[in-house]
């Protein structure tokens, strides 16, 4: 008969043994959301793209637009440049020395913005078009293993580490497979949810790779979401000239 001193001794063995196995197991979080930033940015090259908005809202109907986006990681710089509606040609966001000003081309003028505030009237925010910085502002809190579709994933709880994120919190569903993000859940500080991000293709860029299909849906309004697809994308070096204000006044003389 065992005693029961020996039983608590087998017990706490196979307790610690499956504690150490789950920790063998566990992913190296950090590191996975270090290697999503540096192969979705663009470290010593340039990035442009032209880039085509679907945007449906149940109260304003559906818009098309178009714009040519251009960035430089190394600068942490980027310019939108609006092609279309023609209500909206010219216009333009250029962030720049740590600044995000939005351009008008009808009153000539510079006013700030903030990378958390939406692309022109979009379900885009306006840090979704500079380079990913997941591993500097977010910290895990949790995850565990899942489906989204066809795909394994890890789904990873994230919480905002200083107040640059865009999000208090995230949930993101990261491939197992290649490490790609699949989709992010977008929540307040007081943990609702506010957007969900659908990243369902992905196109290789130099070293790097670009989600070209994205689709956001809006979690408080039914019904209102963006599709935006990227086309004509290169990572040829541009002129300085183009992260400038003067180039924004130029090209809509």
Same mark, same amino acid.
């Given at each position: ?10 017990? $706490? ?63 942490? $710089? ?60 977010? &910290? ?42 699949? &989709? ?20 290789? $860029? ?22 935006? $697809? ?24």
């Amino acid at each position: 008969m065992i005693s029961d001193t020996i039983r608590r001794a087998a017990l $706490a063995a196979v307790l610690s043994l499956s504690a150490m196995a789950a920790g063998a197991q566990a992913p190296d979080f950090p590191s996975i959301l270090r290697t999503i930033d540096e192969r979705s940015n663009f470290s010593g090259r340039d990035f442009a793209a032209k880039m085509r908005f679907a945007s449906d809202d149940p109260e304003k109907g559906s818009e098309i637009r178009a714009a040519r986006t251009f960035r430089r990681d190394d600068d942490d $710089a980027f310019l939108i440049l609006f092609l279309e509606p023609e209500s909206q040609l010219g216009q333009g966001y250029l962030k720049v020395d740590e600044n995000l000003w939005f351009y008008d081309p009808e009153s000539r003028k510079f006013t700030h913005s903030s990378m958390k505030e939406n692309l022109q009237g979009t379900d885009a925010k306006n840090s979704d078009f500079g380079q990913s910085a997941l591993s500097a502002d977010y &910290k895990v809190t949790a995850w565990k293993e899942g489906k989204l579709g066809a795909y394994e994933a890890w789904i990873v709880d994230l919480e905002a580490t200083n107040n640059e994120a865009t999000y208090p919190f995230k949930k993101v569903s990261i491939s197992k497979k290649d490490g790609l993000l699949l &989709k992010s859940e977008d929540y307040s500080l007081s943990k609702r949810l506010l957007r969900t991000s659908y990243y369902t293709s992905y196109a290789k $860029a130099g070293n790097s790779y670009v989600a070209d299909k994205i689709l956001f849906v809006d979690a408080l309004v039914k019904g209102k979401k963006t599709q935006i $697809a990227m086309t004509e994308i290169s990572v040829e070096r541009l002129p300085d000239s183009v992260f400038t204000k003067a180039y924004v006044e130029r090209v809509n003389r």
